[in-house]
């Protein structure tokens, strides 16, 4: 029998930076981490998604956010903070899977003899995970997820659920139905990976103190991670308001992603771009920390019962 212990599974994790990681561990270990993380933080994101939506409206039905989940518990019950959990969590898998194998092989093409990246290379790696993610799955999934969102807010909900959902959308409005702010969402995405991967691994690399092949541990991975989270809220969420109205059922009144950040300023003024920031930092601190935690934890495992060197 094999008995995997803590001192295994590091003697078998990858060397650091020194060592590059397999696209197809990656693709694993990054839905793994990507389903666990959305389970865990959902309602905030709900929350998030409801004010901002909620900005704009006429008469806008929530005062701030414990309004909102007082609300919402109200009229719900706890699992109305998971509404639309659905198509979110169909996209968290095959968007993390999609991230980290992309900045993996863009990282294992760029990185020079010694297995390390330039600061630059390091932003592009971050920028490219970004972009596929944005480009692959984010882009069509949010703007289904922020469409039933909304939806539960009109007086008569028309989706049922999310292949409803989707099958009405694509019926009504084609495939482009599900690719609504692709710009703002492209510049969101690709902004996030490489604030978040710039971030994190110069925190990784201030903690392993030279040596690329020490293992940092879970507790420093997690610090290093929420940061690198916090870090690129601060740095995109006007991309993110943007982007929430660009794919919400009142698209049309937006000519284009340009238009509606016009509109935002024009209407709400410059603190119209951080509407929702509260909620999305205490999400995504935790979420980009649980996810590179999760994730490095479960490269250490793959590293050990599946060989690619």
Same mark, same amino acid.
């Given at each position: ?116 990246? /330039? ?63 692709? /710009? ?36 420093? /991975? ?88």
């Amino acid at each position: 029998m094999v008995v995997m212990t803590t001192s295994n599974l590091v003697a078998a994790a990858p060397s650091g930076a020194a060592r590059k990681k397999h696209p197809g561990k990656a693709v694993l270990a990054g839905g793994f981490a990507g389903g666990l993380e959305i389970l865990c933080t959902f309602p905030t994101e709900y929350v998030k998604t409801q004010l901002q939506l909620d900005s704009r409206a006429a008469t806008p039905r929530y005062t701030g956010i414990g309004d909102c989940i007082s609300k919402t518990f109200k009229s719900h019950g706890f699992f109305g903070f998971y509404r639309g959990l659905s198509s979110l969590l169909y996209g968290s898998i095959p968007k993390a899977s999609v991230r980290f194998m992309g900045y993996e092989a863009l990282r294992n093409r760029m990185v020079d003899k010694d297995g390390k990246l /330039t600061q630059t290379r390091t932003v592009l790696c971050g920028l490219g995970a970004g972009v596929s993610e944005a480009i692959l799955v984010v882009c069509p999934m949010e703007t289904v997820k922020v469409k039933f969102i909304h939806d539960q807010n009109q007086p008569n909900p028309k989706y049922r659920g999310f292949v409803h959902g989707v099958r009405e959308i694509v019926k009504q409005e084609g495939i482009r139905g599900t690719y609504q702010g692709l /710009t703002a969402t492209v510049l969101k995405q690709g902004s996030n990976q490489a604030i978040r991967f710039f971030t994190y691994n110069n925190l990784k690399e201030y903690f392993q103190e030279g040596d690329n092949t020490k293992d940092i541990g879970m507790a420093r /991975t997690f610090l290093c991670g929420g940061i690198a989270g916090a870090a690129s809220v601060f740095g995109n969420t006007p991309l993110d308001v943007v982007k929430t109205r660009m794919q919400g059922l009142d698209r049309h009144l937006y000519k284009n992603t340009f238009h509606c950040a016009q509109m935002v300023l024009k209407h709400d003024g410059l603190k119209g771009f951080y509407k929702g920031t509260v909620p999305r930092l205490g999400r995504v601190v935790f979420d980009v920390a649980f996810v590179f935690t999760i994730y490095e934890q479960t490269m250490k495992v793959l590293d050990y019962v599946w060989k690619t060197d």
